[in-house]
Every structure is written in C-alpha cells, then in structure tokens.
C-alpha cells in the first residue's frame, strides 16, 4: 500500500467514528485510528468512551493507537478560555490541539494524510474545523482531507453503526465545561 493510501482519523468518541472509518475504508484509504483527547472529563468518562473506540476498531478490523490520557495538557492550552460558551474559542482550541497531535503522529509514522470524526456531530461547525485541520496541515506540511461525514445521512449511519455494536453513548462533549450548561 501506498502512503498516499493511509490516513489517520483522529477519533473523539466511538459514536462519531463509525461511519468515518467506513467511508475512507470505501475511499480506499487504509485507516489508522488515533484516540487523543486529554479534554474528556473525568477519567472515568474518558474510559468508557476509550473502550466504545476498541470495540469499533474491532469492528472494522482497523488499528487504533491510543494516546496517554493528559488532562493537564488540554488545561494548559485553553488556559484563558476557561469562561468561554461552548462552541466557542475554547472549543477552538480544544479542536487545534487534538489536530496538532494528530499532525504530529502523521509525521512521525509518515502519513500524509488525517482527519478528524468530530465534524461528524450536528453540534460541531465543519468550515471551521477544516480551516484549523488545513491550517496545521500546511503548517507540518500534510494533507488535512476534509470530508464532512454529516452529508449523505453520516450522522444517522453512525448512530445506526453505535447502536447496533451497543457502544456507549456520552451525553455531553466531553470536557468539564461543557457540563455547565
């Protein structure tokens, strides 16, 4: 395989990565899935959402690396934004961080190409996802392939796919302040 046929999709919880694993599968892409998501809160929330993410790789027979859970790192970088609404500047950079990482392991394992399963969620804006995914891209010198897994009835695919392998369901984002609401 070539290395223009590999991806990497970062992966914020298993519910929104099932159907993005699929479509690369079916863009022909081999997929490698990166769990990196130190702004889930608390541990045990981030557990369960780890464990949905194993079995959907199971599922789709595609390797997942798992990052070191670091909730002081996604602290430390939305320091000053900790007052911000949801969908705001701190999810900005909530977003900017993980894409970096993501970034980060494409170079070090050499591959051109990520994602991300977060644009899948009717709750997540897809143009400015892409222009943080596309900005880092040019940045490490990658390629960010930004497909909005929504379209097509992504959302209602992956919810089929969750629900069928019995995955757990998160009822919030996923960091602390996301449960002020």
């Given at each position: ?24 599968q ?11 998501n ?5 541990e ?8 949905a ?8 027979g ?9 909730p002081?790192?996604?602290y430390d970088?939305?320091?000053g934004?900790?007052?911000e609404?949801e ?9 900017e961080?993980r ?14 190409n ?5 644009v ?10 892409s222009?943080i995914?596309?900005?880092i891209?040019?940045?490490y ?8 897994f ?7 695919k ?10 757990y ?13």
């Open positions: 395989m070539q290395q223009e046929d590999k991806i990497i999709l970062h992966a914020c919880c298993g519910i929104c990565s099932g159907y993005p694993i699929s479509s690369l079916d863009m022909g892409y081999s997929v490698t899935v990166y769990f990196y130190p702004n889930i809160y608390p045990e929330e981030y557990q369960k959402r780890l464990m993410e194993q079995v959907l790789c199971r599922h789709f595609v390797e997942l690396i798992e990052a070191e859970y670091s002081e790192e996604f970088f939305v320091k934004f900790e007052n609404p969908k705001g500047a701190r999810c900005d950079k909530c977003f961080l894409l970096i990482r993501t970034a980060e392991l494409c170079k070090k394992l050499s591959i051109k990520f994602t991300t399963s977060i899948i969620s009717p709750h997540k804006n897809f143009k400015k996802l222009l995914g596309n900005a891209a040019q940045e010198e990658l390629n960010y392939i930004d497909i909005d929504k379209k097509k009835d992504g959302f209602l992956t919810n089929k796919i969750s629900k069928e392998l019995e995955l369901r998160q009822n919030y984002c996923g960091c602390k302040f996301s449960l002020r609401k």
